[in-house]
């Protein structure tokens, strides 16, 4: 179909550019724009709506485990970012600072927040004071700051939307626990809503958060093979505690320190559906988080009776379904390729020669699977195949997660998975952060995370030969 | 009530302190607190779960008038803020400015947004080219900076929370009707959803917005009589539209330039909530957005079958009502003092007594009206119950405002009703501003706006003599 082709060929093949690629979807899909400000995007607004899909789904999920929201400043006092030495010397290289307010140059600089845990800290300090107050659940929704040098839609830009969670508990093992649960709750989330499947583990020390005792991370991999960190969860014991002064009176009425976490999730999880489940037609959505989950198209519209008989529909679904009529002027060939490069779940075809047959034609994205069916069973069978896409996103995503999934049981191995398959590698490794620096000094792999399933490929470190302390995933990253 | 007194004693009366009165609210309700960041807040959970609740109630009035939402960067380059003159000397005096990222200096200062209206110039001068892309209803939640030199929680912040409105239109007509439209919206959810009466109006050339054609404006009256500016709505013509080079060809392919309007809501309305309904025991928050709308208090809830009776209520009720148990070690008294202090709409208590008679007891929060209701009627009584509280703080506002609305024919009658009877003067003017700023000059009143209902007190100004054009609100404001 010539006008499919043309906006085919309107994006770069993924096996020909991928960065190019993902680029063109972006653009074409009207998911981000560039801005005037170096590195900052311009979220439009069909990104934003996935975007607000995704707050409204991990929302409800933070507060069903007694979570509640607040609002920080968007500010740092200079002096309060110092105050944990290894926390400031993480982030302070890539922070903005302002100067001057109106005409005046400040007495100390102020940044940009580029995560919150001194601000909460500073906070806690002072509404902590009873075992009665603890735990304090508290997550943000906001926008931060890091002066990255390369950026790239969603994936990497010097401001992006999150949110960050930081909790304070009694004892280290409530921290714990805590840690593990929003673990779980964002692979739960990226799993079941976003059909992403992922890698659970632990960070190894040298990719751990600026201040964290343990970090832990859900690891996911794109089409092209690299990974994806797509969200952590940090224990910072009671190192924050102490250097803030974050005491209470236990029930024995002796001081204590808390145990705190945090953890957060980004706007990149943007770019992971688009590099999980797009193809060379544009996006694929989730129907979870498609703003839109179906799209009618009407077949010679001009005809009598297909406009209403399109709006009938329209109005019988949208009891359940968030549906859009396209009855623009464009050719329907056109439209069919608009709607599968936004990626919209399923499309209905109706014309009058349907509407004599009392059917209507529905076309899987994902797929393109086209299925002729009765209007009498319409409901059900949207209800069905929504449903059938939204599973079969996330089967078809493990399926070539774990194609993509190697062993090397040398370095050699590595080094030539890496250059000629690039994905995940499971290897072994024997704790040292030098043999990290070699591996990643020669093939660009980095350790993604130390799996909570551990297996044993062998019994020697795959970089230096020692004993080995425990399989990792690693692979290059975005 | 010797515990009840203690909590009640714990806030100063609004007639002793009013400033601080408010600020003993904000504090011993949990609705912010001040934080490291000079003039900056802290909005804690109960606070920012009202706004939460507000944000829901407006985005879904934004959504039903076909708004999206969008985001855009917080920073804006200096040159882009200066691109439109009126608008840069309105806000360069009291903007942040971003001066280094990491350890270098910007070629180019960036300043914290104050708000967005050269970000979406820019945007829509890349994106607007035809008619068939008009108009473009967008909208932001995100939080802007204005460096200001006082500053009070909620009313006045360097930082502060907001939507904000940013459309283009075809036509000065249709910009003109949005402008209006967005006032509307917003005098209804203040009416509707906040239970705060508002006077609709146009402001006048000097208290308009920088850069605008024509600013509208909702105005409420606090308990103290100061007037509280609510929200705005502002047509800009083609103003932006020509610096930015904002065009489109129409269907004669003419090119053209658009229309533009922006609206915007902050915060700011959680204070006018305290200082609309507030009393001496704290906050009253009207049911539609109180993150509590009842609270259960067991009373001797060491009797066997009092807990197990608050659950089952718990339980009856939650499916319409946001209710919650207090079953903490206080006393009933305290715990009634509490949460009115938190501004609960309502108050159930429930005892062996009362398990007994099968009843309970209800207690209205606004006029401690107290009510006993057989279990058997519970959901509706309490369904009732908030509805009435819902209607009747508005018409309590909306009588206290009128008491509080005068008239003032004389300069000499103008003064004395601001010295002694603060609230809003009705007076006419003759539009000039040097009569506008002879009246700020010795009363430290300020024209509210001009209001859409007009009546004619006078044929003169107020303050010349000379004959008059409009009828105005004064007042001092916040």
Known sequence: MSNEKKLVEAITSMDVDFAQWYTDIIKKADLADYSSVRGCMIIRPYGYAIWEFMQKDLDARFKETGHENVYMPMFIPESLLQKEKDHVEGFAPEVAWVTHGGKEELAERLCVRPTSETLFCDHYANIIHSYRDLPKLYNQWCSVVRWEKTTRPFLRTLEFLWQEGH??????????????????????FCEQTLAIPVVKGKKTDKEKFAGAKATYTI?????????????????????????????????????????????????????????????????????????????????????????????????????????????????????????EMRGVPLRLEIGPKDIEKNQCVLVRRDTREKFF????????????????????????????????????????????????????????????????????????????????????????????????????????AY
């Open 167 to 188: 909790t304070a508990h009694a004892t280290a093992e409530e921290a714990q626990e805590e840690t593990i649960r929003m673990l779980n709750v964002y692979a739960d």
């Open 219 to 339: 690891e996911s991999l794109m089409h092209d093979g690299k990974a994806l960190q797509s969200g952590t969860s940090h224990n910072f014991g009671d190192g924050f505690a102490r250097t803030f002064g974050i005491q209470y009176t236990d029930s024995a009425n002796k001081l204590q320190y808390v145990h705190q976490t945090s953890w957060g999730v980004t706007t990149r999880l943007i770019g992971a559906i688009i590099m999980v489940h797009g193809d060379d037609n544009g996006l694929v959505l989730p129907p979870k988080i498609a703003p839109v989950q179906l799209v009618v198209i009407p077949v010679q519209q001009h005809k009598e009776g297909v406009l209403p008989k399109a709006e009938e529909i329209k109005a019988r679904l949208q009891k359940n379904v968030r549906v859009k009529i396209d009855d623009s002027d464009r050719m329907p060939g056109w439209k069919f390729s608009e709607h």
């Open 373 to 476: 069916v009765s209007l009498d069973e319409m409901e059900a069978k949207v209800e069905q195949l929504l449903m059938d896409i939204q599973r079969d996103l996330l089967e078809k995503a493990r399926a070539l997660r774990d194609k993509k999934t190697y062993t090397a049981l040398s370095l050699d191995e590595f080094s030539r998975i890496i250059e000629e398959t690039p994905g995940f590698i499971k290897a072994m490794w024997c704790g040292e952060q030098a043999c990290e620096d070699a591996l990643k000094e020669k093939t660009g792999a980095t350790a993604r995370c130390i799996p909570f399933e551990q297996e044993n490929l062998a019994d020697t470190c795959v970089c230096c030969g020692r004993p080995a302390k425990h399989l990792v995933y690693w692979g290059k």
